[in-house]
DNA sequence: TAGCAAATGTCTAATTGGCGACAGTTCAAA
DNA sequence: TTTGAACTGTCGCCAATTAGACATTTGCTA
């Protein structure tokens, strides 16, 4: 059962991060994985696991989040298909910083602790790209930890809808563009409140603002953007 | 004038990260390294700035921080001596994520890109030393991001306060410990405030009830904590 | 197609925290 | 020793947000 490299190619190439390794390296990162398949409401790991492997989603979704003290959850952001992850713990060898669980069924290429040690032994020219994956995941933290600082609750709701929009890599691009697009997200206001750390009611009443102005159409389970532009815009009060 | 490694070890060894770097490759690290100095309220690098090297800070006190939208400062943290920092954009080539000012008269070791890459070059296996730096910074946003979502503002502050005390290296330990010893810790609250995005006033208010309860002594421009542990299990709130 | 669980809409009261105002205190430099 | 800037203490009002309660709507499934 080996994996075959050009059937996954759709799914890889989603990651702007995977699709930057040159191709040989790809097909050696890709050569040490295999498979595993998750359910819905399964848990990948839980926050505080000894580390097992790095991951790469292919297909459905996953939730990373955690509990805070009082035991609610607080999502970090959702996992899409493309995305790689786990690396941290594979690099520190200290626990998982989140827990992670699968919102569909889910298909992820797994490489596992011995098999990422033999990748970067044989190929160490792999260093300065998983290190540009970690540089990444910083950058993103800090942006994250200077918004939550900075924004009001609308425009950290309009600068979070935007990161949903462009979804994979936790990376977001600052790109102009015009309207032409429609975006569904499927998302309960409620898991929007719990990501903004705040209450279904304050995020129900921006929704109606922003629907007003016909930025988004609010639906049961999802809602869908007209105006990535508008909510570039109102993600800087 | 060539860096004299000894003379720098107390500052160098400050640092949990450094420390753990095998001597010689300690050695290679301060030896493609130069000294720089700044005054008082000097800019190290703006926000955005073209990257320009990798820092340690043998004495002195800098402060990282950026501007919201509205003007106002937001203070991620400060680096004390010991500190290394800067190596994000050094691997990415992308702009700083934040000012970096001091708050003394500074020194620090300062290795420019070049250096940086020849380094590199020379002792590939400086990587997993980097890679295990980046982790960290990553863990220790991680965690600001959860607990800026979770803790109330007393919390947050009791927390803040913690990591003032173990200031060194973005990271914290959990260790167990008595109160033996009594920390001074020069901020005043207006400072606390800024990194809290928090009002003067909110602080003031917390200071004066941790106050009331002996854990600590609020004086002008600074505050010294008597219990840790007590700040500890106030920090879960 | 009836029933049910999940999601949304909308009130209210209570709480938190921001902010202006101003008085008092401390420290250092002239 | 005086003076002024920086820091701390405190009050009160106001806006934003939370949390509880409950009605309504939606979409799935038996």
Redesign the pocket.
């Known amino acids: 059962m080996p994996i075959d490299f050009d059937l996954l190619q759709p799914s890889l190439q989603k990651s702007r991060w995977f699709s930057q390794v040159p191709l040989h390296l790809q097909h050696a990162i890709v050569g040490s994985a295999t498979m595993k398949y998750l359910h819905l409401g399964q848990y990948l790991h839980r926050k505080g696991d000894k580390v097992d492997g790095l991951y790469c989603l292919l297909s459905g979704k996953l939730r990373a989040s955690n509990l805070s003290l009082n035991g609610q959850e607080l999502i970090l952001t959702w996992l899409q298909e493309g995305n790689w992850f786990g690396e941290i713990s594979m690099f520190d060898g200290l626990p998982r910083t989140h827990d992670a669980i699968a919102e569909h069924d889910c298909s992820l290429l797994k490489i596992s602790n011995q098999q990422f040690e033999q990748l970067l032994a044989a190929h160490p020219t792999l260093y300065p790209f998983f290190i540009r994956l970690l540089c990444q995941r910083v950058r993103t933290s800090f942006k994250l930890i200077d918004e939550m600082a900075s924004l009001?609750?609308?425009g950290q709701l309009c600068r979070r809808l935007l990161l949903l929009i462009d979804g994979l890599e936790f990376s977001y691009t600052e790109h102009e563009q015009h309207d032409s697009q429609v975006f569904k997200l499927a998302i309960?206001?409620?898991s929007l409140a719990l990501m903004l750390?705040?209450?279904?009611?304050?995020v129900?009443?921006i929704?109606?603002e922003l629907s007003k102005q016909g930025i988004l159409h609010?639906?049961?389970?999802?809602i869908t953007v007209f105006s990535k532009t508008k909510l570039l815009s109102l993600s800087q009060i």
Chains 1, 2 share one sequence.
Request: proline share 0%.
């Open positions: 009001s609750l609308k309960s206001q409620e750390h705040s209450s279904r009611q304050t129900n009443k929704l109606q609010i639906h049961y389970g999802h």
